[in-house]
């Protein structure tokens, strides 16, 4: 059996099957020896039969890129109806109107991207508290979705205070509470181009993910276009005293030799990887010369394949005038090869896509963003292997 099959119910998955904090986990089960729990199968609502029909074919679903429970979407795609008032719409408004529709499209799991809802929707606006995780628990139990991970908290300051630990560790709570493997956030772990700051970058997120990874969760850092440019390591110094040039590394590349890869994970963002393929192609070697260097986001992933449990499934038309390469449509109508990258990075049962369009929200078509998620739903659900 390879660390990429279907999860076992390891004592973390039934913990977070049951919605507790590992130190009350632990402490419950000290007692409790040679007991045979199952865990309840995730998914078992409305999408269940919608999934189980799609797989009726001669395969049994076996073609299928992203299976059935693997289909996520981060609900920052459909922010607006999470934060729409349900006095004032007929429209699905708030978290547990969305999670009922989004079960509806087909999907099974969800990633967050915070904690806030309208005031009005039922349980208040606020639900980042151990009270709020269990009720968003229930409701992703009521319509069979699972929370697969969440843009949480990160400490800022470095070194950490105790009162940035105590936070971090108040957000792993919720974490587990919920019952999602991941916590993360949706920034890149530093924002300059020099290997000094991805040093402490990389002391930083390392200890997180020690304590995370002892709370049972895998921390992960989801990245933008700017983290797959080259790094500064060497080459004449500037009057800063700052390399100029690069050895050829990319600052994400450098980041995962530095951190521990049984504790800190990555999130590819696949349409800005694609931008970074796009933007940062060439860059000055340390003797002066200008090299080319073509970035291969799934060979990334392939090189690294454990490190990468989470993948937003983002898609873009190409347009070598917007300044990014691509723009942003919904996914599945765009020119990224999505059945070429997953077939590429493989261990479909160990990933986790989450489909996403930062600019699903409308202004003017207040349901476009739940039409989108629809959309993408049903054209990841048909990407095939060739045969």
């Known amino acids: 059996m390879t660390a990429f099959n279907d999860e076992a119910v390891t004592g973390d998955a039934l913990r977070r099957t049951l ?19 199952a865990a309840p199968v995730f998914g078992a609502g409305p999408a269940l039969a919608q999934d189980r029909a799609q797989a009726g074919g001669h395969d049994h679903g076996r073609s299928a890129l992203v299976p059935p429970h693997k289909r996520g979407i981060i609900l920052y795609t459909v922010r607006d109806a999470i934060a729409r008032d349900p006095l ?46 269990k009720l968003l628990r229930s409701w992703l139990d009521e319509y069979g979705l699972r929370a697969q ?38 920034a890149d772990p530093t924002n300059t181009a020099y290997r000094a700051d991805w040093d402490v970058a990389a002391e930083k997120w390392n200890t ?12 992960y850092t989801h990245n933008h276009d700017a983290a797959y440019d080259f790094l500064l390591d060497g080459g004449p ?20 030799k530095v951190t521990d890869r049984k504790s800190v ?18 860059y000055t070697a ?40 691509y723009d942003m449509v919904p996914f599945g109508t765009g020119d990224i090869d999505y059945r070429r990258f997953f077939t590429r990075v493989g261990a479909k049962n160990y990933r986790n896509p989450m489909v996403e369009q930062d600019n699903a929200p409308s202004t003017t078509v207040p349901g476009q963003s739940l039409d989108f998620a629809r959309i993408g739903y049903q054209n990841l659900a048909a990407l095939r292997a060739r045969h």
């Open 237 to 256: 110094l500037d009057a800063q005293g700052r390399p100029t040039r690069s050895s050829g590394i990319r600052k994400l590349e450098y980041f995962l």
């Open 208 to 219: 997180l993910g020690a304590i995370a990874c002892r709370e049972g969760i895998k921390l």
């Open 88 to 133: 004032a719409s007929d429209l699905p408004s708030g978290f547990r109107e969305v999670f009922k529709q989004l079960s509806r499209f087909g999907y099974h799991q969800v990633e967050f991207a915070g904690y806030g809802q309208h005031a009005n929707a039922a349980g208040g606006a606020d639900l980042g508290t151990v009270q709020g995780a």
């Open 19 to 37: 919605g507790v904090s590992r130190r009350r986990f632990l402490s419950t089960c000290t007692a409790v020896t040679g007991a045979a729990i």
């Open 265 to 282: 994970y990555l999130e590819l963002d696949v349409f800005w990887a694609h931008v970074a393929q796009y933007k940062f192609h060439t």
């Open 149 to 186: 991970g969440s843009h949480g908290y990160i400490p800022p300051s470095w070194p950490l205070t105790t009162a940035d630990r105590d936070t971090f560790k108040r957000w792993l709570e919720i974490a587990n509470i919920i019952g999602m493997d991941h916590m993360g956030t949706g």
């Open 286 to 325: 340390h003797d002066g010369s200008q090299r080319e260097n073509v970035f291969d986001p799934a060979a990334l992933v392939q090189r690294n394949s454990a490190r990468f449990p989470l993948f937003h499934a983002k898609d873009g038309v190409v347009n070598p005038q917007s300044g990014l390469g």
